[in-house]
């Protein structure tokens, strides 16, 4: 029998859990119920946590790689140990990130709920579907966002693309953690678009899809995204663990040398359209060199490596439509 559900809210609020067993939920699950039943608007609700969820976790994530940037003694783990952001860069980086989730994103999460439902995506439905169920869904999305991601990503270094969007997020050549989302918005529009497209496109085949599955795939989204600009790699870092996972010393060289390496979570498209050679063959000299004599072959690397990609940058910035030279201007 089911329970009887004990608030003062509206008829019309209650209709969407009039066949749910209460005793039969656990505590997160009634908590769920019970924050849809607050609002009465499943619109509003969903919209209002799905902000809050990402403004928390994205700043909630980003805040340990600022204390981290702030203590000498991680330095030996830094990726580019003489580029520290300063608290000014951080600062710049944070206002254009708040003014792109407010802009870009926010309309964003606010019109998912009606196009969730136009899906039949579970959205206030309980209880919550196996974590079976959901790792493998979550696994479909990094597979579809990672591919999604590495052709966007190649096509935003090219011509107009580049010079009118890509480039604000290469401001940085030693990226750090709040530099994640630091894009034109634009940009926040396009990669977004991988990123919640997998959801949307595997909810419309399969009508089988909740939205706590949705919230789960972008918290761990935006933490392989930040941990991939921190610029640190420890030796606890999951590519240590994980060999196809990308991580900041796969992402930290993309920004160095502005070539190579266009996917996120995974290394197997730059591995198979060979867009990571020269990220190999900047580790195989440095495996090759004596230890003694490592630290200064990595500085050495470091520097050539920063010019090679500042001079791509500038071919980037006067190319044509897919890299083509622009026309000199005829008197």
């Known amino acids: 029998m089911n329970a009887t559900i004990a608030s003062p809210l509206s008829e019309t609020a209650h209709y969407y859990f009039t ?17 849809y039943l607050w609002w009465d608007n499943p ?106 991601h590495y052709v966007a990503h190649q096509a935003l270094h090219y011509g107009p693309l580049y010079r009118n969007i890509h480039k604000i997020h290469h401001k940085y050549s ?38 706590l599955t949705v919230y789960s795939w972008i918290v761990l989204r935006l933490f392989q995204a930040i941990d991939s600009h921190s610029g640190y790699d420890f030796p606890w870092s999951l590519n240590k663990f994980v060999p196809f996972w990308s991580g900041a010393d796969h992402h930290d060289f993309h920004h160095m040398a502005f070539t190579n390496n266009y996917s996120t979570s995974f290394r197997y498209l730059d591995s198979w359209f060979g867009t990571d050679k020269k990220y190999h063959a900047y580790k195989e000299r440095l495996r090759a060199a004596a230890a003694k004599d490592r630290e200064a072959l990595n500085k050495k690397l470091m520097e050539q490596t920063e010019k090679e990609g500042q001079q791509a940058e500038r071919e980037a910035e006067q190319s044509g439509f897919m890299g083509r030279p622009i026309a000199a201007k005829q008197d």
Not at 19 to 35: F, I, P
Not at 190 to 199: A, E
Request: contains cysteine; aromatic residues 18%.
């Open 19 to 35: 066949q749910v067993d209460v005793n039969a939920l656990n505590w997160a699950e009634q908590a769920w119920m019970n924050w």
């Open 174 to 211: 030693a990226p750090f953690g709040l530099a994640a989302e630091y894009a034109h918005p634009a940009e926040v529009l396009i990669l977004g678009t991988g990123t919640i497209g997998g959801p949307l496109l595997f909810c419309y085949f399969t009508r089988d899809l909740h939205i």
């Open 43 to 148: 619109v509003l609700a969903t919209g209002i946590m799905s902000f809050i969820m990402h403004e928390v976790v994205y700043f909630g994530r980003c805040l340990p790689w600022i204390i981290i940037d702030a203590l000498p003694y991680f330095r030996r783990w830094k990726l580019q140990p003489t580029k520290v952001p300063t608290a000014k860069d951080q600062w710049e980086c944070t206002k254009l990130v708040l003014f792109s989730h407010f802009t870009v994103e926010l309309p964003q999460i606010w019109l998912f709920h009606p196009i969730a439902e136009a899906l039949d995506m579970q959205t206030y439905q309980v209880p919550f579907p196996a974590w079976t169920k959901m790792a493998y869904q979550i696994l479909i999305f990094f597979v579809f966002e990672d591919a999604f």
